[in-house]
């Protein structure tokens, strides 16, 4: 990791030392920046996001790491004794920061599998029923006629294909948080 402090980060945002802060950030697993102006935090994950067009994480516990929090792809507050403006303005917030690991192996594993099962799921709902409804235009020979009734058409949607989406969402889990926790590399699958 790289730990930067305010002084230094106010020459390395110029110009000229841009790139070269790059390529060392490039090298590093996170970068802490400490005594850092709200400012300076977020440019430097602003230069970080288009620069090098990296996924950036913003992690902060007070109201001056709010600016940093919203520029950030995610941004995670962490409530404590420095009020609540972070948390406010976060997507996710967490009460300590030794609860941010669970938070990203174990939840952000989680729902990305189900996100990812969700798009598969209602791909699968919208091209079966337009399917259907393609093969009945010929059968009617493209008259227009409704296939179904219209409380049907709006049962489906409401009823028959939302429970399985939101059943699935909430239960389910392909791998234990335990599991999760131990192998950090199960994160991308």
Request: hydrophobic residues 45%; contains cysteine.
């Amino acid at each position: 990791g790289l730990v930067i402090d305010g002084r230094t980060l106010e020459h390395v945002l110029h110009d000229s030392l841009q790139d070269i802060f790059l390529e060392l950030t490039e090298k590093c697993r996170a970068v802490v920046c400490c005594q850092a102006t709200p400012l300076q935090k977020s440019v430097l994950v602003k230069l970080v996001r288009s620069k090098l067009k990296a996924m950036t994480l913003a992690v902060g516990d007070g109201a001056n790491d709010v600016s940093m929090i919203q520029v950030a792809d995610a941004g995670v507050g962490i409530s404590g004794q420095e009020g609540m403006q972070a948390v406010m303005a976060s997507d996710f917030a967490i009460s300590q920061f030794r609860h941010l690991r669970k938070l990203l192996l174990v939840h952000g594993h989680w729902c990305y599998t189900r996100l990812t099962n969700m798009v598969l799921y209602f791909f699968y709902k919208n091209v079966t029923y337009v399917n259907l409804l393609f093969w009945y235009q010929f059968f009617c020979g493209f008259s227009g006629t409704s296939m179904t009734d219209y409380w049907i058409l709006i049962l489906f949607n409401l009823l028959f294909t939302s429970v399985p989406p939101i059943i699935y969402g909430v239960l389910d889990k392909d791998v234990s948080a335990e599991i999760l926790m131990e192998l950090p590399q199960l994160y991308p699958m």
